[in-house]
């Protein structure tokens, strides 16, 4: 009995021991995209989980190893189920196969060089505890490139917290570019905030987009020079914003470019390969910016107005008013326009009832609306009323902002505006006698909750009304006789606005293709494609084309726009290859450097023309 007793515990030990292998087996690796990389080029490190789709506890953006964080930057993109369920039938019988498995990624940027150790992470999967490897990675110093250059300047290297910065990117191209992909650590440090910089020229022909770590920029394409050679370029600047007081060392930002190389002494020219019986080579770049610090301030305590609202910057302010010749309580428009920082449009309105000498004399609404951006400027407008008849002026308003110029506090003041305030409209109340200012302001119209509240002092204003027949033909009744006809106009007008539109919307598309068509055509009889402007004019009649197909204002319309319209419209984005081929035209186009000869650009913009209007065709008939 006892060694039965011993037998019964000692299986239930073994079953308990071993009962995660009647279940699936959990295996868990970490991972990275690549292990020899250069300073700033970002790569991707997961953790991938066979067997389970339940998993927890890992770190997101912080990691507990100190010499991790001040190697890396790290950016924790999520994490994913990648289970898969495939079922076979193999002569009649059915088999059906179920992979779990879960991937956790993160986006690591290098900010050293050396050799670089990304430490094992700990994952709870169902219960228990699994661990990773540490991983060992190569970073080295990205090199200079003679035909490929990245500028990155700020317009400040002192600056206080929230005062706002211009970040500016250059990036110099001297060859021909298949493919890219920016990598700037500095748009994921927390310690300052960024904004897009409206500084752009609005002409579309000169505009591209990409996107930079998991987000997009708008670039300005150019030309320019270093000693004395010609480069293609693309421009694109954030606002930044410091959050917090330091030296900061703002990390190298990286290109990773591939590049064509020549195999034909033809200069690397990446669209002779249209014309030509070789395929192109391409080589792979990565491209370092300079080195740039910053030093941020914290504003001082000392001297701080009561009502400082944390502008920060230059300020300028103007204020108008209209009608300047009022009743009491009658409505008056107030403007007011803010000038200055570059971050004005991220600014909140001011709080008017701390404008202690407005507030005392003028009702205002609790809240103010949005403000409307010019140019440099916001321009917020409020609804103000007097209170009084003794009013003779909308005081200047006192606005206090931080100097950073100067390095202290300073008040941006208006002009006052005078106005002219007369006493509200009177009713003499019957009965009452007098004339003095105090009772007769008493005389105003009040309104109740069934409305104004009049006073008949003439009992000839009253009308004896009569009730007949001839009543019929007054007020009210004579709208039940006019109401059906004009009811039936009022719809026919409606159908007919509708139909026109309908007809007027169906008239202009066609007519998209037809001035599509006719502008294609006059570019190739005035043979223009000598002209380095000529891919701009192309892009230009393309994308507004597409714009106007989409029923959007002309513009810059991307290849992103394009598939997001396609989707909404229901319509699969594989079913247009054409039009997305165009795209890839044009972007190689955009970002080739200074060297395609006269003869090439001739063939390159006759195909990429045909190749529009093949596009344009094939997409007006899908649609």
Do not use: C
């Amino acid at each position: 009995m006892k060694r039965t007793v011993i037998l019964l515990i000692t299986i239930t030990i073994l079953i308990s021991v071993s009962f995660p292998l009647f279940g699936e087996d959990i295996e868990i690796v970490a991972v990275v995209e690549k292990n020899i990389l250069s300073v700033g080029e970002s790569f991707i490190y997961q953790i991938q989980i066979n067997g389970s789709d339940n998993a927890s506890d890992f770190p997101n953006d912080k990691w507990d190893d100190p010499e991790f964080t001040s190697n890396f930057n790290v950016e924790f993109l999520g994490g994913q189920n990648n289970s898969s369920r495939q079922i076979s039938i193999i002569n009649g019988r059915r088999k059906e196969i179920i992979n779990t498995a879960y991937i956790i990624s993160w986006s690591l940027t290098p900010l050293t060089s050396g050799t670089l150790k990304i430490p094992s992470v700990s994952v709870t999967i169902e219960g228990n505890k699994y661990t990773t490897r540490s991983i060992m990675i190569e970073s080295r110093e990205a090199e200079e490139s003679e035909n490929l250059k990245l500028l990155v300047t700020l317009d400040k290297e002192r600056a206080y917290v929230g005062e706002p910065l211009i970040i500016t990117f250059t990036w110099y191209i001297g060859m021909n570019i298949n493919d890219f992909i920016f990598s700037i650590p500095f748009f994921k440090d927390k310690n300052f905030s960024l904004m897009d910089h409206s500084g752009l020229t609005p002409d579309p022909s000169s505009l591209v987009r990409f996107p930079v770590d998991g987000t997009s920029v708008t670039a300005v394409q150019g030309k320019g020079t270093i000693k004395g050679k010609s480069f293609t370029t693309v421009t694109f600047s954030k606002l930044v914003i410091p959050k917090k007081p330091g030296n900061f060392i703002i990390p190298k930002s990286v290109i990773s470019v591939s590049a064509q190389i020549s195999r034909d002494g033809r200069g690397g020219d990446l669209f002779s390969s249209f014309f030509s019986s070789f395929s192109p080579e391409y080589e792979q770049f990565t491209v370092p910016s300079n080195d740039l610090s910053l030093k941020v301030m914290s504003l001082p305590e000392f001297g701080k107005p009561e009502k400082f609202n944390g502008y920060i910057g230059e300020l300028d302010i103007e204020t108008s008013a209209s009608p300047l010749d009022v009743r009491v309580g009658d409505p008056i428009t107030f403007t007011m326009r803010i000038s200055g920082p570059k971050n004005i449009s991220d600014w909140d309105p001011p709080d008017l009832n701390k404008q202690y000498e407005l507030a005392a004399n003028f009702k205002m609404p609790s809240e103010i609306s949005a403000g409307k951006i010019e140019e440099d400027s916001v321009v917020f407008t409020q609804t103000i009323r007097s209170l009084n008849d003794t009013v003779t002026q909308i005081p200047a308003l006192e606005i206090p902002y931080f100097d950073t110029s100067k390095g202290k506090y300073r008040i941006a003041r208006s002009q006052a505006i005078p106005i002219t305030v007369a006493r509200g409209s009177a009713v003499k109340v019957e009965g009452t006698t007098s004339t003095d200012s105090g009772d007769l302001q008493k005389e105003i119209v009040q309104t109740s909750n069934n409305g104004i509240n009049f006073n008949y002092n003439n009992i000839k204003i009253l009308k004896t009304q009569s009730v007949g027949l001839k009543a019929l033909t007054g007020f009210p009744f004579n709208l039940l006789l006019i109401f059906p006809p004009l009811l039936f106009l009022v719809v026919l007008l409606f159908v007919l606005s509708k139909k026109g539109k309908f007809f007027t919307a169906k008239i202009g598309r066609k007519n998209t293709l037809a001035e599509l068509t006719k502008e294609l055509k006059n570019i190739k009889l005035n043979l223009e494609y000598s002209s380095e402007d000529s891919g701009r004019k192309i892009k230009v009649i393309f994308i507004s084309y597409l714009a106007d197909k989409m029923t959007e204002s002309k513009g810059f319309v991307t290849e992103q726009d394009v598939k997001n319209w396609l989707i909404n419209k229901n319509l699969k984005v594989d079913s247009f290859p054409l039009i997305f081929e165009v795209f890839s035209i044009i972007n190689e186009i955009q970002y080739s450097g200074p060297l395609l000869q006269t003869q090439d650009r001739q063939m390159l913009f006759s195909n990429l023309i045909d190749k529009i209007q093949l596009a344009a065709d094939d997409f007006e008939g899908r649609i």
